[in-house]
C-alpha cells in the first residue's frame, strides 16, 4: 500500500490548519475499506450483520397525542434507532430508546385544524425504528 504523508498548512488566524486533499482522500479511503475492500465493492465474506432492525408505524390525527414502541425480539438490546413522519404539521414530542422497555419509543402530537395558521386536517403517519444488537456478542453490521 502507497504511504500518504498529511501536509498540513497553516492558514491566516489563530489555531486553523488545513489538511492536503490527497492526506483527505487517503484517510477516507482508508476508513471506507473493510477486510474485503472499499464498501460496496463485491466482497467474498461469507455471513451476514447481526443487528435486527425493527419498525413500527403509528398515526395521529388533528388534536390528539399518541406513542407507539418499537420492540427489539428476545435476545436483543436496544442499541439506537431513529423516526419519520409524514404529518406536514405533526410534531414529535420525545423519541428515543428505552432501556427498562427495551425498544425504541416515539410520543407525536398534531395541532388542532385552523385555518389561520394553516394547520390542515390530516392524520400523520410516524414510523419507528429500532436497531437491536444481540446480547453478549460483537456487534456486525451487515
Same mark, same amino acid.
Given at each position: 500500500?502507497?504511504?500518504?504523508?498529511?501536509?498540513?498548512?497553516?492558514?491566516?488566524?489563530?489555531?486553523?490548519?488545513?489538511?492536503?486533499?490527497? !492526506? +483527505?482522500?487517503?484517510?477516507?479511503?482508508?476508513?471506507?475499506?473493510?477486510?474485503?475492500? +472499499?464498501?460496496?465493492?463485491?466482497?467474498? $465474506?461469507?455471513?451476514?450483520?447481526?443487528?435486527?432492525?425493527?419498525?413500527? +408505524?403509528?398515526?395521529?390525527?388533528?388534536?390528539?397525542?399518541?406513542?407507539?414502541?418499537?420492540?427489539?425480539?428476545?435476545?436483543?438490546?436496544?442499541?439506537?434507532?431513529?423516526? !419519520?413522519?409524514?404529518?406536514?404539521? $405533526?410534531?414529535?414530542?420525545? $423519541?428515543?430508546?428505552?432501556?427498562?422497555?427495551?425498544g425504541y419509543i416515539g410520543y407525536?402530537?398534531?395541532?388542532?385544524?385552523?385555518?389561520?395558521?394553516?394547520?390542515?386536517?390530516?392524520?400523520?403517519?410516524?414510523?419507528?425504528?429500532?436497531?437491536? $444488537?444481540?446480547?453478549?456478542?460483537?456487534?456486525?453490521?451487515?
Open positions: 500500500m502507497n504511504e500518504v504523508r498529511a501536509r498540513w498548512t497553516r492558514v491566516a488566524g489563530p489555531m486553523r490548519w488545513s489538511l492536503s486533499a490527497a !492526506a +483527505v482522500t487517503s484517510v477516507l479511503l482508508v476508513a471506507l475499506a473493510g477486510p474485503t475492500g +472499499v464498501a460496496g465493492a463485491e466482497s467474498t $465474506a461469507t455471513g451476514s450483520g447481526n443487528v435486527k432492525r425493527v419498525i413500527e +408505524v403509528f398515526f395521529v390525527a388533528n388534536n390528539t397525542t399518541s406513542n407507539s414502541m418499537a420492540k427489539c425480539p428476545t435476545g436483543t438490546r436496544i442499541m439506537s434507532g431513529g423516526f !419519520a413522519s409524514s404529518g406536514q404539521h $405533526a410534531r414529535i414530542i420525545a $423519541a428515543g430508546p428505552s432501556l427498562s422497555s427495551n407525536a402530537y398534531t395541532p388542532p385544524v385552523n385555518i389561520n395558521t394553516g394547520v390542515g386536517k390530516e392524520i400523520a403517519k410516524i414510523t419507528l425504528v429500532a436497531l437491536c $444488537a444481540p446480547i453478549g456478542k460483537p456487534v456486525v453490521f451487515g
